[in-house]
């Protein structure tokens, strides 16, 4: 979030950071964000009922705030497909792994465990599915690698990712930026 929030601050990127919003109180994005000044809003999804009515709270704070595009970082919870499909094309996921390899949870220990070469990140549109690139890769952005070496453990292959990590999700903002000018 930082990363791309000190990207969209840059002169040359045309775009505003208009809103921040966490659904974990307690996270240190939450703290970041307003030490520098980001709007933010927390949801706190486990004060709804439902999946549909955490969606619905976020969409009243994202259609307020005058949202075109979303950059989920972090966000570490699973949106309906309604919710993706009412973002499609404007809804975008970075996953710690060089998809459509090792979705889900723990990616450094299942490319280790896999005996990769090679690890990553991917900056992609979001999907119904989880960590899902669509069809034919159509929704892959941007994707970085990393060597796995001989002695890494899942710590020090995350740290080299979360390196790639704030150089990939800038770079696909600005491919997506594009597209949406043109």
């Known amino acids: 979030m930082l990363s791309l929030a000190d990207h969209i601050a840059r002169a040359d990127v045309p775009a505003k950071l208009v809103l921040t919003i966490c659904n974990r ?24 009922a439902s999946r549909a009515e955490f969606e619905t709270a976020m969409q009243k704070q994202l259609a307020k705030a005058g949202v075109e595009l979303i950059c989920a970082a972090g966000f570490m919870r699973l949106l309906t497909p309604a919710f993706v499909a009412h973002w499609q094309g404007r809804l975008l996921n970075i996953h710690p792994s060089l998809l459509p390899k090792h979705k889900g949870l723990n990616t450094h220990q299942a490319a280790l465990d896999a005996g990769d070469k090679w690890h990553g990140c991917t900056v992609h549109y979001m999907q119904a599915e989880m960590d899902d690139i669509g069809e034919n890769e159509a929704g892959l952005l941007v994707q970085r690698r990393v060597p796995i070496l001989p002695d890494d453990r899942p710590d020090t292959l995350a740290a080299r990712v979360l390196e790639q990590e704030h150089t990939a999700y800038p770079e696909a903002l600005d ?8």
Do not use: S
């Open 25 to 48: 109180p307690q996270a240190a994005g939450i703290t970041h964000a307003k030490n520098r000044g980001l709007p933010c809003e927390i949801i706190d999804h486990t004060e709804f």
């Open 175 to 182: 491919i997506v930026l594009a597209k949406l000018r043109a």
